[in-house]
């Protein structure tokens, strides 16, 4: 079996199409394990077969122990009905995954549907290395969301799950007619773990994503909504997981957190909006 760098090293020459310098926006050439452009920028795969597009480090507070949860959780079948609603947009499509962390979501969405050799790029660096761990039909890269490192009219379906959106650079790299599909939490996901983190602080249990989803409606007026929305039973391996896979616990106090363990949620409400668009000639214009 090939190692990962030698993997990532034949996606790039099959499809060093994809990519553009995000310095100078030039096209980009594969050849020796790194992408190059005519100014002579330089990318090198990392031995995890990964590429890391940014000018300098970013340090971010999503760290690989957060992310190790989250898999356990994901590949548990914690977001299953969403994937299964996914693969029926997602088939036979080039996909982008913004801020894919760890990787899960497009690891299982393919296998729903099958998709085109796809990308999948997040700020973590973390994230993006343990991405890595799937077969490399699909890429992954360190790339930023205002500066997206792909040429235009790149991907059929973009891929926006709990991750914040630039559509300008959205509009750029997709194709003609493409999708844009966002999933954005409302006001019941993860209720139960809102309030036992933040008994006592109403604010916190509650919030309203409204702003997003008019935002998506001014990017796409004909857009499509689809609410998904059920309850999840915790296997009972993956418990302790939940109160470690998001931002949530970062402002819980370490009493509450020490509560918790020895009192672990054993049920989840996911309730979430997937809400599905498509660029047109005149909004791709309006860009």
């Not at 031995?47 to 971010?60: M, R, S």
């Not at 507070?61 to 997602?90: S, T, V």
């Not at 391996?237 to 616990?249: D, I």
Request: glycine share 4%; net charge positive.
């Amino acid at each position: 079996m090939l190692k990962k760098i030698d993997q990532a090293a034949l996606f790039l020459e099959k499809n060093q199409q994809v990519f553009r310098c995000p310095f100078c926006h030039e096209a980009m050439k594969a050849k020796d394990k790194t992408l190059f452009c005519s100014n002579r920028h330089r990318f090198d795969l990392s031995k995890k077969g990964t590429l890391y597009f940014l000018k300098q480090h970013v340090k971010t507070e999503y760290d690989q122990k957060m992310f190790q949860h989250r898999r356990a959780l994901i590949l548990n079948g914690m977001y299953d009905p969403l994937i299964a609603l996914l693969a029926e947009k997602c088939q036979g499509e080039r996909v982008l995954d913004v801020g894919c962390g760890e990787g899960s979501f497009l690891h299982l969405l393919e296998q729903q549907a099958t998709l085109l050799p796809s990308v999948g790029f997040d700020l973590s660096k973390e994230g993006v290395y343990l991405a890595s761990d799937y077969n490399q039909k699909h890429f992954f890269c360190v790339a930023d969301l205002t500066n997206l490192p792909f040429n235009k009219g790149t991907f059929s379906t973009i891929l926006n799950i709990f991750s914040p959106s630039n559509y300008q650079e959205f509009a750029r790299v997709s194709q003609s007619n493409g999708q844009v599909i966002k999933v954005v939490p409302r006001s019941g996901y993860l209720k139960e773990l809102r309030q036992a983190f933040f008994p006592e602080d109403l604010a916190k249990q509650h919030y309203s994503n409204e702003a997003v989803i008019a935002k998506f409606q001014e990017t796409f007026p004909k857009m499509e909504r689809k609410i998904v929305t059920y309850t999840f039973e915790i296997p009972e391996n993956c418990q302790h997981s939940l109160l470690e896979m998001s931002p949530l616990e970062w402002s819980v106090t370490k009493e509450r957190k020490e509560f918790l363990q020895k009192n672990l949620l054993s049920r989840i409400t996911i309730d979430l909006e997937v809400l599905i668009g498509r660029f047109s000639a005149d909004n791709m214009k309006n860009m």
